[in-house]
Structures are given as structure tokens and as C-alpha cells.
């Protein structure tokens, strides 16, 4: 008997719950209807508002460019009807009004020894309303006044630095250097910021486990105020196997005093270093020179005297000689 009473207890809580979710739903019905009659009655009225309409600026003056950016959207006041604005504002996401700078009224500002115009944006409230075709009244614009500092376009030739970065795989190395074709190019732009730059670098980029040469065509990272002759570069990055070479090479003494019999301990030291597999024969023909000059010694204050190596092919790279310095002996040659 208890449990007959229970089940119908909560019979008719669920219906009273499912009574009360359709009240609700039938109330944000009436709602949402009596706020869209609303909104569209409000359309009809007259209003004064502010909206953020897209500009557009062309037709710079000859060998000119702007210095300073010019605002992207200017604030206007309307008063019109509802239903006009709205549209303004919908058309102002898809469609800039175009202003063009050889056709706008704008003076030279007093005192200024630059290139500095300004113009009252007042002046262009008739053409912004023949522009939009609006039934709205432009009140009036902000910013008042559009400051225009123009500077002369000028050009240079400037290297390109590439920004690669190359990880090679294990044994394997960059021969030589990163290639760039071309070398140079040529950038025109503002003067006073062509002024400071002395370089155009390439976008940065990552290989990894390269084991071979690659040869990509990569874009330059140009900023937006200057314009370049090529928008992309050839880079060439020479990878070849490596290998080390070990020699034993005698040390040579410069310049040594006709008075004196410099004797050395090692006399023969090993130079070590890395070679391109390609290039390990031609090691042999290379005239290697391990050199002590005494010129560039202090024999009193010195306890051990350093090496050079000469004729140090451009294939061999990461040197080392072993040992780096010697000890010596002085003797005095007998007249």
C-alpha cells in the first residue's frame, strides 16, 4: 500500500514539472514575438547614433608615400530612421567608403618643415553621404581633422641574410656556406626608414636531418612600408658527407736568429680536422705548413710557444693541432 501511494506521488510531480516547462516555453514564445514587434517599430523612428565606418584611402600623391597610418575607420553621427542606420552598419562590414587623397582638400600644416598635411573631415561629409547613398544626416565626424605626413619613395640595392636554420644528421655538415640567388635586391620605400636598413633577411625556416643538399625557394620577410623587386630568393644549402683527416705535418721555424739554435719538443705534431668524403684525396696535394715564428715571441717571458698552420685548404674545417705549443731549448751558435 505505501509503495502504490509513492508511485502515484511522483506521477504527479513529473506532470506537474512537465506542466511547468511548457508554461515556460509558451511564455519566451509571446516574448521574443513582442520584442521583434518592438525592434521593428523602433526601425521607423528617427535616432541619433554613432557607428565605425571602414575608410579606405588611394591615389597618393607621385613619389610619395604615407609615413604614418592613417585611421582604418572613422566614427560618424547620424540621425535617421532606425532601419537606415542598421543598414549602414551592415554595408559598412563589407563595403569601405573610398577616399581619394589627390581629390581631398587637405592644407599644409603651418610651421611644418616636412611633408605634414591636415584636412578637416567636415569637408567630406558631401561626399561621404553621395558615397553611401544613406538616408541618415552625417552630423558629424571624428576625428575632426586627418593629419597626412607624406615622405619621398626612394630605392637601394640591399643584401639578403638568410634565416634557415639546417640540423644535419650525424656525420654530415654544410660545405662552404647557405647560397642565395640573387645575392642582392632592391627595395624602395619611405626614405627615413629605408635610411636605417642595411639588410632584407629571408623568413625563418627549419630543416632537420639533412643529409643531403637542398635547394628551396623560401619568401622574404618584407614589411608592409616597403616593396622589393623579387618577393622570394633561391637558397642552396650544400650538405655532404664528413669525415675526419689526421696528418702529421714537422714544424717550421720563422724567422729564427742567426745567433742562436732554437730547438723544439715535439718537432712533428698531428693537425686534425674535418673533410667533405668527396674532398679527402685532395689532401694530399695540399702543402700544409705548421709554423713557430719567433717574430711574434717572447722567448724570455715565454715557458711554451704557440703554432699557426698555413695553407689551410677552404674543404678542411673544425682544426686542431696536437699539441698546440711546444718547449724549446735555446742554444748559442759558436762564431
Not at 502504490?4 to 504527479?12: F, H, M
Amino acid at each position: 500500500m505505501y509503495g502504490k501511494i509513492l508511485i502515484w506521488l511522483r506521477n504527479k510531480a513529473g506532470r506537474g514539472i512537465s506542466n511547468i516547462n511548457r508554461d515556460y516555453t509558451i511564455f519566451g514564445f509571446f516574448l521574443l514575438l513582442s520584442f521583434i514587434f518592438w525592434y521593428l517599430n523602433s526601425l521607423g523612428k528617427e535616432i541619433e547614433t554613432e557607428i565605425r565606418y571602414p575608410v579606405r584611402y588611394v591615389n597618393l600623391p607621385k613619389e610619395r608615400t604615407l609615413a604614418e597610418e592613417l585611421p582604418s575607420r572613422l566614427n560618424l553621427y547620424l540621425k535617421g530612421p532606425g532601419y537606415a542606420v542598421l543598414k549602414l552598419k551592415l554595408t559598412g562590414s563589407r563595403a569601405p567608403v573610398i577616399l581619394d587623397i589627390s581629390a581631398l582638400n587637405y592644407r599644409r600644416v603651418p610651421g611644418s618643415r616636412d611633408l605634414s598635411y591636415y584636412l578637416k573631415t567636415s569637408g567630406i561629409i558631401p561626399k561621404l553621404k553621395n558615397d553611401l547613398r544613406s538616408e541618415c544626416q552625417i552630423l558629424y565626424i571624428k576625428p575632426d581633422t586627418l593629419f597626412f605626413r607624406f615622405d619621398r619613395i626612394v630605392s637601394k640595392k640591399v643584401p639578403v641574410v638568410s634565416a634557415v636554420e639546417v640540423i644535419t644528421d650525424r656525420q654530415y655538415f654544410i660545405k662552404g656556406g647557405i647560397a642565395i640567388e640573387p645575392e642582392t635586391i632592391k627595395i624602395s620605400g619611405p626614405s627615413g626608414i629605408l635610411d636605417t636598413i642595411t639588410e632584407v633577411r629571408t623568413k625563418y625556416r627549419k630543416f632537420t636531418r639533412v643529409n643531403e643538399t637542398l635547394k628551396k625557394s623560401i619568401s622574404l620577410d618584407l614589411p608592409d612600408y616597403y616593396s622589393a623587386s623579387v618577393k622570394k630568393v633561391s637558397v642552396t644549402i650544400p650538405v655532404e658527407q664528413f669525415t675526419e683527416a689526421e696528418l702529421t705535418v714537422p714544424v717550421k721555424i720563422l724567422n729564427q736568429p742567426d745567433s742562436i739554435d732554437l730547438k723544439i719538443f715535439p718537432d712533428v705534431v698531428t693537425v686534425k680536422g674535418l673533410v667533405a668524403v668527396n674532398d679527402f684525396k685532395k689532401l694530399a696535394e695540399i702543402p700544409f705548413e705548421v709554423i713557430l715564428d719567433m717574430d711574434k715571441v717572447n722567448l724570455r717571458s715565454s715557458e711554451r710557444i704557440p703554432l699557426e698552420i698555413r695553407n689551410v685548404p677552404p674543404f678542411l674545417t673544425s682544426l686542431r693541432i696536437t699539441p698546440g705549443d711546444v718547449d724549446f731549448l735555446i742554444e748559442k751558435n759558436k762564431k
